[in-house]
């Protein structure tokens, strides 16, 4: 078999190039794996109880870019996926990472408007600071 092109590995980059390639420059190529699958770490299957199984953990996918998402959207169907990170405070579950609105769930109004207007006042609206630096201040 003549080819054009060998790739090594079926993860995102591999097969992306070899897409493209093949599509792309309408070129032959030939993509070897180690693993019995495509995908790399991103590989998923089904168990013999109909449970989807991340393999090799979670993955999760980002972007901002619609040529990406078009394009990755011809050889995919999305799950909707949201994530939020909590903390329990004296019980009751608020978000990380924490923020002026953070201040009205764990205080009273009135404490948390008094915090609000004291942070504001020494760091500025909108600024980020890190814990460390909340601990070191009066």
């Known amino acids: 078999m003549k080819v054009d092109w060998l790739i090594v590995g079926a993860g995102f980059t591999g097969a992306t190039l070899a897409e493209r390639i093949a599509t792309g420059l309408n070129q032959k190529v030939l993509v070897v ?32 870019s619609k040529v990406v998402w078009d394009y990755l959207s011809r050889f995919t169907k999305w799950r909707p996926y949201f994530h939020e990170v909590r ?15 953070t201040l009205s769930a764990v205080f009273s109004s009135h404490h948390a408007e008094e915090l609000e207007r004291a942070l504001i006042r020494h ?14 201040s009066e």
């Open 87 to 101: 903390a329990v405070v004296d019980g009751q579950k608020i978000p990380v990472p924490f923020n002026l609105n």
């Open 123 to 136: 760091y500025g609206f909108g600024k980020k600071v890190s814990i460390f630096s909340l601990r070191e």
């Open 33 to 64: 794996e180690e693993r019995n699958h495509i995908g790399g770490n991103a590989y998923d299957y089904y168990n013999e109880h109909g449970i989807l199984v991340h393999k090799y953990g979670s993955h999760t996918f980002h972007t901002n």
